[in-house]
């Protein structure tokens, strides 16, 4: 059974500083591997999608690595903002079976403080 | 277009009281996807669809039940309501298209339910 784990649960930076969020997974077997991040009281939005095949994904100033071997990705969040303020979940996708849906198996999440 | 939507946004059961949750989605999604989020705990997967009038048992399902008559609408149930049902609960859809830059969920924007 696939078991993913965010650490740490909750970190705070001031401004200015880079984010590092880091994602574990036990089964290497995996499809694709997601982050998300969540707003208080909202649902989720997909941030970078990165496919079993690929090392690293990038969108603006975020960039998500991909070991699949060691069961490892990291979210870098370079020049952090007060708006980055979340809780960023990690998600990974196992098998490409039509009868299996798209399964995510989801970590609990780190919720980030971007202090002004 | 309006995405996924969830009603109602907050509830509150006593406990053995029955509720249905309804998730309808505009994207002509073929998976649809029900899961609880607990704190630290990340999203579990309750039950899934991978097409109308299919559903399939997920990571959590004891004590819910799930329908899909229409393509579009999503329902969860709970029969008996108890208070370790008391949890957030985000409806998701997904394409069946396997292509990289589609292969993710929309989620909407949960609903808050408390049993006492």
């Known amino acids: 059974k696939q078991e993913v784990t965010q650490i740490p649960a909750a970190l705070s930076v001031p401004e200015g500083e880079n984010l590092v969020l880091n994602c574990s997974f036990t089964?290497?077997?995996?499809?694709?591997l997601q982050w998300f991040r969540q707003d208080p009281g909202k649902g989720l939005t997909s941030l970078l999608l990165?496919?079993?095949?690929?090392r690293e994904q990038t969108s603006g100033r975020l960039n998500a690595s991909l070991d699949k071997s060691s069961g490892r990705s990291t979210l870098y969040i370079a020049a952090s903002q007060p708006g980055d303020s979340a809780t960023y979940l990690c998600a990974v996708r196992g098998e490409v079976i039509k009868a299996a849906g798209n399964k995510l198996t989801f970590g609990g999440g780190t919720r980030v403080l971007v202090k002004p | 277009n309006a995405g996924v939507t969830q009603t109602p946004k907050f509830r509150v059961l006593k406990t053995g009281q029955s509720m249905t949750l309804l998730c309808a989605q505009d994207m002509n999604h073929e998976y649809m996807y029900w899961y609880r989020q607990d704190p630290g705990m990340g999203l579990r997967l309750i039950h899934y669809s991978v097409g109308e009038g299919t559903t399939a048992k997920g990571e959590v399902p004891d004590g819910y039940n799930v329908s899909r008559l229409k393509k579009q609408n999503f329902l969860l149930g709970l029969e008996s309501a108890a208070p370790s049902q008391t949890s957030v609960y985000f409806c998701a859809s997904s394409p069946e298209v396997d292509r990289p830059r589609t292969d993710t969920q929309y989620f909407g924007p949960g609903t808050r339910l408390t049993v006492l």
């Open positions: 990165i496919q079993s095949s690929q």
């Open positions: 089964d290497s077997a995996i499809y694709n």
